[in-house]
């Protein structure tokens, strides 16, 4: 069985996470989405909003599902037994990022391989920063996250960071 941990801050889930969460769905028999409890970016979601938000958007995969960690992503790889983390890639500055990261990663523990992902050209542009900030300025954010999330904001009167 080949599990795959797909981790992030998902503050909030984006249109492009879902793509890619559904697409590491199709390559491996399981995908458990690691949510970071200790951002250090401001957040507008707590973890349990962020976690239900996930739980929701993805009911609909029986070979996902959602859990939280704190500290290290090596740790969180071996509790599930996984070999693979999925990463996304929108451009070369995630590259940059990304790269050390994986290597350091891979260094700490030496099965936690990461897979790239290359984002949709349609994705290339999102990321739940932007998405806080367009959110701050009241600016429509509808193409860039899935509608639960619009809908999950406004029924918790959840307001911009
Ligand atoms: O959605 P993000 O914020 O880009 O996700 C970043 C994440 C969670 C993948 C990264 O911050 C992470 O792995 N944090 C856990 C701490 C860790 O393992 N650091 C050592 C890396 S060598």
Redesign the pocket.
């Known amino acids: 069985m080949k599990k795959a941990v797909f981790?992030?801050?998902?503050d909030p889930v984006t249109t492009g996470h879902i793509d890619l969460l559904k697409r590491a769905a199709l390559m491996f028999d399981s995908v458990v989405v690691?949510v970071?409890v200790n951002?250090q970016?401001k957040s507008l979601l707590t973890l349990e909003q962020r976690r239900e938000l996930l739980e929701r958007l993805t009911m609909e995969f029986d070979n996902v599902s959602v859990d939280s960690?704190d500290?290290?992503?090596?740790d969180f790889v071996e509790k599930h037994n996984a070999c693979a983390v999925i990463?996304g890639l929108r451009n070369a500055a995630d590259l940059e990022y990304e790269l050390?990261?994986a290597q350091?990663?891979q260094l700490?523990n030496e099965n936690a391989d990461t897979v790239f992902l290359v984002s949709r050209p349609e994705h290339s542009f999102i990321s739940?920063s932007a998405v806080k900030e367009l959110y701050r300025y009241d600016a429509d954010i509808t193409p860039y996250v899935p509608e639960e999330v619009i809908n999950y904001l406004k029924e918790n009167d959840i307001r911009p960071v």
């Open positions: 981790p992030g801050s998902f690691g970071l951002s970016k960690f500290g290290l992503l090596v990463r050390p990261l350091g990663n700490l739940s």
